[in-house]
């Protein structure tokens, strides 16, 4: 992946077919898609844009990440971003750590929020 703009989808964007909003919001954007090992394991992704230490390491200008706990095997695949902002229900997130603005909501509600429009 080596677009400027990267949506990234963790555990939060495979349940309850958020993946389709994500779809949409990247689309929206003109963002790139990339996951975390369970979006690749879930088969939403292909593995080549799976991002962390056993996926590829990625230097967008900006990613959102949408869903994403922040595991650090995910967050080394990060390297560089310019602006990094999170999406999490978990105000305890390890994403929040490395992100430069954090929103603790659920992705689903702000996803569809955001596609109304």
Do not use: W
């Amino acid at each position: 992946l080596s677009a400027e703009v990267v949506v990234v989808g963790g555990r939060g964007a495979v349940e309850n077919d958020n993946f389709e909003l994500v779809k949409q919001f990247a689309d929206k954007i003109g963002a790139a898609i990339g996951g975390t090992r369970p979006m690749v394991d879930s088969e939403l992704i292909p593995f080549d844009h799976q991002i962390g230490q056993t996926g590829y390491t990625i230097r967008p200008r900006i990613c959102i990440s949408l869903g994403v706990s922040g595991a650090i095997q995910h967050t080394e695949g990060l390297k560089d971003t310019k602006l990094f902002v999170a999406i999490n229900t978990d105000e305890h997130a390890a994403i929040y750590n490395v992100a430069d603005y954090g929103m603790v909501a659920d992705l689903r509600e702000v996803l569809e929020n955001y596609l109304a429009l």
